[in-house]
């Protein structure tokens, strides 16, 4: 059995891919805060809406997919119910292994997961760290879950505020940049439809050449840009208003303000 606490955005989209993947309704347990919100889950999805508690005390497995402000509160309400055995997976950004293990006592096997919103698409990257007494076959089990909606990679968990920043936002830094350039089409003259088309497609293609390709970005991108050409007018404007530089410094703002909501 395995149970989501909290069903948020992120709590929601790992529950549809479990059920794509092949797990039943039955052997799934969501929470929620609301009323009208667990019984949206239970009739658009017909898993069984429980308390915290009892999610704790029923299910094999846990997810933990709460905000990271609400994850002490949550700890203490479940620490009573918690058998030995049960594996808690962590899924809020900032919330280290440690601070799970220390509110809910014995050696609990913890492993800490970030994922993204494209596990609704099952194409998510979720990165997974084990905890202090989380062993191989804790990871296993964390894999198996996660596999079917998407790539997961191993990474130590002082890499994990990183991997926030990189890949657990990065999608709507994807977001931003296709609506940066549809406006861009708009602006030469494009339909908004037709500028929304070509560059998705322009995106998808890219990311598929970048990924089976195994070749460096760089080269995948010197490839397109020619001497003198269009491209390269276009990348010196970039570089000119410090659009590199721009995404470095936003992304490790999103590594910070991810400790700052650890930290309550």
Do not use: C
């Not at 347990?29 to 005390?57: F, I, M, P, Q, W």
Request: aromatic fraction near 4%; hydrophobic fraction near 45%; glycine fraction near 8%.
């Amino acid at each position: 059995m395995i149970a989501i606490l909290g069903t948020g955005k992120m709590g929601e989209a790992l529950l549809s891919g479990l059920l794509r993947a092949g797990f039943k309704p039955g052997d799934v347990l969501a929470t929620a805060r609301r009323t009208e919100r667990a019984k949206d889950l239970e009739e658009r999805y017909g898993v069984r809406t429980v308390s915290n508690a009892e999610a704790a005390k029923s299910a094999d497995t846990i997810i933990l997919a709460v905000k990271p402000q609400d994850m002490a509160s949550l700890l203490g309400e479940i620490a009573p119910h918690v058998p030995a055995d049960l594996l808690v997976i962590s899924a809020a950004a900032g919330i280290t292994t440690s601070f799970v293990e220390s509110r809910l006592g014995a050696d609990i096997p913890v492993v800490r997961v970030m994922s993204n919103t494209p596990v609704l698409v099952d194409e998510a990257m979720s990165v997974i760290s084990a905890g202090a007494h989380a062993s191989e076959e804790h990871l296993k089990r964390t894999e198996d879950l996660l596999r079917p909606v998407g790539k997961v990679l191993r990474i130590p968990e002082s890499q994990q505020d990183a991997a926030t920043a990189l890949s657990g936002s990065g999608p709507a830094y994807f977001f931003y940049l296709v609506e940066a350039m549809v406006d861009a089409g708009i602006l030469l003259g494009m339909p908004r439809a037709a500028a929304l088309d070509m560059v998705t497609q322009s995106i998808v293609g890219a990311a598929i050449m970048l990924r089976d390709s195994g070749e460096h970005p760089v080269i995948l991108r010197e490839a397109v840009t020619s001497p003198g050409g269009t491209t390269i007018a276009a990348i010196a404007e970039l570089e000119r208003h410090s659009v590199r530089a721009a995404f470095l410094a936003a992304i490790e703002a999103a590594r910070n303000r991810g400790r700052e909501l650890a930290e309550g």
